[in-house]
């Protein structure tokens, strides 16, 4: 899937992206700083009904949600695992207990551990094409 959207198309795309990756739990954000990922990751965190403010989990490495899935109260996990140094890291702060939860995981940063993500992860790569504009690239779907 290959998606380009702005700030004013944003709820599309996250609409678009909830439907193009159907059942899949754990989804990996690649791109440089100031690319979007935080702001996508609000986006579909809207999308699911989220009435939580998402916001980026920098320092806490993992924030917790909660969505309606069907009558249902499912957590949402999104980690930003920028100022980690290893994988081991990773674990030590719970990373790959969410990964493995069976829950939705929204990733930033995943290149810091890469070792520790199931082999059914999405990847997905978020390009500036200018100052208003973004690329969203869907990988292995």
């Not at 059942?23 to 989220?50: E, N, Q, R, S, Y």
Request: proline share 4%; charged share 25%.
């Amino acid at each position: 899937m290959d998606l380009v959207f702005t700030l004013n198309t944003i709820n599309e795309a996250a609409a678009q992206f909830w439907k193009a990756v159907g059942k899949h739990k754990v989804f990996a954000f690649h791109g440089p700083m100031g690319a979007g990922k935080t702001t996508f990751i609000h986006a579909l965190g809207d999308a699911k009904g989220v009435k939580d403010v998402v916001g980026s989990p920098t320092f806490s490495i993992i924030n917790e949600y909660v969505y309606d899935c069907e009558g249902t109260k499912r957590p949402l996990f999104h980690m930003d695992l920028y100022r980690l140094n290893s994988e081991e890291e990773a674990q030590r702060a719970g990373v790959e207990d969410a990964l493995y939860s069976g829950h939705l995981c929204l990733v930033e940063w995943p290149e810091k551990a890469p070792g520790i993500f199931p082999a059914e992860t999405v990847h997905v790569y978020i390009e500036l094409l200018d100052t208003q504009s973004r690329r969203l690239k869907i990988a292995n779907i």
